[in-house]
């Protein structure tokens, strides 16, 4: 079939997005002198009329037709005003104007934002009810927060080297903060939901793909201020190392699958470790852990998140540190270094030396294992700094035995090569 021309596709987006708002507002006008004035063909000639304006006229004639629907939606609302009836429907209407016009110069955006604006209006009750009667003060306090964070402070802040070594990047620890809040907060929404024996466990699989380390210091916080939660607590930070393991294989493959055949046995095995030990403490937590809900409370501790990327930039400068004294000796000690901080970039950058044929399969697995085990280490600062002595003895030992049990892998695949 030939393409629509430019200007018919305009207009059928514009009359689309304006029979779907329509619709919404046809259905909640009401009937009889008390009913609203705009419904279903107000608004479809409303974005009719902004696509109209745009085609003949450009920006010019589309203001000009804003501020006349404007000034129709503003006596409107004066007539209705004794009635309290919001300004959700004059808003709209202003709204469907400008996307309308939007449709002829964008209409695959206008589309998509047509079909939110309807959502929106659509959904008003639940809206409503979610965030008068589900919502608490705290709650919305840590929504504003974490908003501000990412959509205000990050934006501003350098995203490049600084200090000793240049060892510091103040974007990307602050993105670390980003981090532990987000993880922390979708363990919240999680027990909140699904129940604490459920929820923590569930949360920290599912948060180890954004961050393992970040999961092990929110899941320690979280037991250390309840040790009514420390079974579940232990069984999220462990699962969260399965995520990691999985997030690692997926990545290796993406880059060289030559590196994975070599490097297989020792993520099975260490996955199979830490499934086996997380799924032990997450059984534990269904017998023991009375099932109650979490409190409305803060979906996150922002001192936890600062404590976290504090720790972290030590890491990192320690790194940098070693790495600039004892210089480049080799795959294996830039592996173990970046490993410090991140298992993945480590094992990604080895991956590529072997498809660049810079060095063999056999020659990657220790560069990866030594990144994998002194991330490991600073899982278990982190399990000892947040999480206090009795989560640090619970989450430790799988640790190790995840790092034993891939080391053990390689061995098992032959002999190592340095």
Known sequence: MPPLHPLLLGFTVALGVGLLIGIDRERRKGEGPARQAAGLRTFTLASLSGAAAIAAGGEVALAAVTLGVVAFSGLSYWRARDEDPGLTTETALVLTTLLGGLAIRQPDFAAGLGVVVAMLLAARSVLHRFVLSMLTDEEIRSL????????VILPLLPNQPIGPFG????????????????????????????????????????SGFISSSATIATMGARAKSDQALLSPAVAGAVLSSVATVVQLAILIAVTSMETLQAFWLPLVLSGMVAALYGGGFTLWALEHTAEKREQAGSAFSLVTALTFAAILAVVLFAAAAAQHWFGETGVVVAGAVVGFADTHSAAISVASLVTDKKIEASLAI?????????????????????????????????????????????????????
Do not use: D, E, Q
């Open 167 to 206: 060892a510091l990047n103040v974007h990307t620890i602050w993105i670390v903060v980003i981090l532990v809040m987000a993880v922390s907060a979708l363990g919240y929404i999680a027990v909140r939901t699904v129940g604490v024996r459920f929820g923590l466990p569930l949360a920290g699989l599912a």
């Open 366 to 418: 220790i560069p990866i294992l030594a990144a994998f085990t002194t991330n490991t280490v600073t899982k278990i600062v982190f399990a000892v700094t947040a999480g206090g002595r009795t989560f640090a003895v619970y989450v430790i030992p799988g640790l190790i035995l995840m790092a034993a049990a891939a080391w053990a892998g390689a061995f098992i695949a032959g002999p190592l090569r340095f």
């Open 144 to 151: 504003l927060i974490f908003a501000g964070a990412t959509l």
